[in-house]
């Protein structure tokens, strides 16, 4: 069990951090990442089973299962804080949410903070990220308008871990408010890394674990493969990339995140090519079974998310359970970048 606390670090804790939708703990590894200063006063969701893992990794009730919606400004300048860390539900600004927006009541939360930014003074620093598409919706116009009413300057972004070195595709938007000036503001939505978070590319091989029969348990089954894997992103050990992991992973085969041949790349396309050629049902399974594809493990995905070589799950939670809490979280590197801000 890792219980990181960027206190050690300091007798005097700068940054005194609220994060909401907290999750499985991403913001927290993320500004423990950035270096900074920090303590997190406190932590809310309401998954228990995100909240669980939160505490298995952070210690004993740091997560509290409490409802966002009833957060007061009085409770906030109670708690201390002068950073919020935040990563709203992102279904009313999706397709599977069918962009309901602030109309959607999984919203609600988000708008109950919007209402309450001009009542908490002494926060000095708002991090928040959601999904692409987030930068066109009425929320977000709606928390522009309140941060600017609440005397917050703001910089927004649309990155992606590839675009840090890490094979894995995760476009995101974040919005970054603070109450003094920034070095180098920006207008428009900035769209890459600073130079200096960038590192030479990843391969899937720096992050897959290593060949044992633990794994066959995340082989696809057969009519996976027979059905489904022509529409798979099919990642190899010398890929640079893969698809952005969705909570939904393993329970739909379409754009929900890649999955892994540990043959490589021409070794695949090889087998690939005899496929389709073959009509015999019994040699095409045979064939299709020696690509050995299979999905990505939690820890494989979790790595592709930046987090921490001593993040854990506790030992009861399922895969699937896994699957649908790193789906909802964040990368780690990407977001630990932002904190550059807080200067
Ligand atoms: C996008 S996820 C945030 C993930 C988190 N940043 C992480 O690293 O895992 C949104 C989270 O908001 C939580 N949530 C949704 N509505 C809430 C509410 N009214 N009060 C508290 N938490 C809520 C969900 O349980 C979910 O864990």
Redesign the pocket.
């Known amino acids: 069990m890792s219980a990181t606390d960027g206190s050690q670090c300091s007798q005097t804790p700068e940054y005194h951090v609220l994060e909401l939708?907290?999750?499985?703990?991403?913001?927290h590894y993320a500004i423990e990442r950035s270096g900074k200063p920090y303590k997190v006063v406190s932590a809310?969701?309401?998954?228990p089973v995100?909240n669980t893992i939160y505490n298995h990794n952070f210690g004993e009730n740091k997560a509290s299962n409490?409802?966002?919606?009833s957060l007061t400004p009085d409770r906030i300048q109670k708690l201390g804080v002068n950073v919020i860390l935040m990563?709203?539900?992102?279904q009313p600004f999706t397709r599977n949410g069918n962009f309901k927006d602030v109309d959607d009541r999984?919203a609600d939360?988000f708008v109950h903070l919007c209402d309450l930014l001009d009542k908490i003074p002494t926060v000095q620093f708002i991090l928040l990220?959601n999904v692409k598409g987030f930068e066109r919706s009425q929320a977000c116009e709606l928390y522009k308008t309140r941060l600017a009413a609440a005397g917050f300057q703001f910089k927004e972004y649309i990155l992606s871990p590839h675009d840090f070195g890490v094979p894995n595709t995760r476009h995101r938007y974040y919005c970054v408010a603070k109450r003094t000036a920034f070095s180098n503001p920006s207008a428009e939505i900035v769209l890459k890394p600073s130079s200096r978070h960038v590192a030479p590319g990843k391969r899937i091989s720096d992050i897959v674990e290593p060949e044992s029969e633990k794994l066959s348990r995340y082989l696809l089954k057969d009519d996976l493969l027979r059905k489904r894997l022509a529409i798979m992103d099919v990642c190899t050990p010398d890929s640079t990339n893969s698809m952005c992991f969705t909570k939904a992973y393993t329970h739909y085969a379409e754009g929900t995140g890649s999955v892994y041949s540990p043959l490589t790349r021409s070794e695949f396309d090889e087998i690939y090519r005899q496929i389709e050629c073959t009509e015999d049902d019994g040699e095409r399974m045979k064939l299709l079974k020696s690509l050995k594809v299979r999905y990505f493990t939690p820890t494989e995905v979790a790595r592709l998310m930046c987090f921490p070589e001593d993040f854990e799950f506790p030992k009861q939670t399922t895969d699937k359970q896994c699957y649908r809490?790193l789906g909802?979280?964040?990368n780690v590197l990407v977001v630990s970048s932002l904190f550059d801000e807080m200067d």
């Open positions: 939708f907290s999750g499985i703990g991403g913001m809310i969701d309401i998954n995100a409490s409802n966002i919606l990563s709203p539900p992102c999984r939360p990220e809490v909802n979280s964040i």
